[in-house]
């Protein structure tokens, strides 16, 4: 009776992890992911869900090694591919993202976030209209992605091509006010085109946004002290 009801018990464990997510209660969160994998360790979603919390806690080796067992305990979750993408990018590990990214694709080539996070390999391993064209799709499916619009512009900005860098910049900040590394980066474009006027006031946004980084451009390129 006890291993049937295991499957309900890390039910209740996750939805109580969420719960305390939502809270900002991350370590009760953490107990209570451990506990449902402790308790059902058979179920994907909960090594799924305990990855995504070592993910969003930079400890990108537990990450990785919960998000592999997910994918070991069923293959056929694009969301899994995903995440573990998304891990090895932030990783550095380009070619290994590329290739779960991929393979989240071919399971659900509706997912936007899957181009984005492949965008992102693609860019960084010199494939920029591959890039490109991954968050143009990103774009395409959610044209309210902040994210993709960030990394369209950086694109844009390593290519010289300021216009559209700032173009799609503004569309970031626009989708998510609190993106202040798009704030940053305007700042920088504006610098690149001889607009200091603008560049200082967008990392002036970025500083108030809480970028404290923005502080030094400030100080260096805008007479801040």
């Known amino acids: 009776v006890y291993k049937r009801q295991a499957p309900y018990r890390a039910v209740i464990y996750l939805a109580r992890a969420e719960a305390y997510l939502k809270l900002d209660q991350r370590e009760d969160a953490l107990a209570d992911f451990q506990k449902a994998v402790e308790v059902h360790p058979r179920s994907h979603r909960a090594f799924y869900q305990l990855g995504r919390w070592y993910s969003q806690n930079m400890d990108l080796e537990m990450a990785v090694a919960n998000l592999e067992k997910a994918r070991e305990?069923?293959?056929?979750?694009?969301?899994?591919?995903?995440?573990?993408?998304?891990?090895?990018?932030?990783?550095?590990?380009?070619?290994?993202?590329r290739e779960n990214l991929n393979r989240a694709i071919e399971l659900s080539p509706y997912l936007f976030m899957a181009y984005n996070n492949r965008g992102i390999s693609n860019f960084h391993l010199g494939a920029q209209d591959s890039a490109l064209r991954d968050f143009n799709k990103a774009i395409d499916l959610d044209s309210t992605f902040a994210q993709a619009y960030s990394n369209r512009g950086n694109l844009y900005a390593a290519r010289?091509?300021?216009?559209?860098?700032?173009?799609?910049?503004?569309?970031?900040i626009r989708y998510a006010e609190d993106d202040c590394l798009s704030m940053v980066n305007r700042g920088n474009v504006y610098y690149q085109l001889g607009d200091s006027e603008a560049a200082c006031a967008s990392w002036q946004q970025a500083l108030c946004c809480g970028f404290e980084g923005a502080n030094d451009l400030l100080e260096r390129y805008c007479g801040h002290n």
């Open 160 to 172: 010289g091509e300021f216009e559209q860098a700032l173009g799609d910049y503004e569309s970031a």
């Open 73 to 97: 305990l069923n293959p056929l979750v694009p969301e899994v591919y995903n995440e573990l993408g998304n891990v090895q990018n932030m990783a550095q590990n380009f070619e290994a993202a």
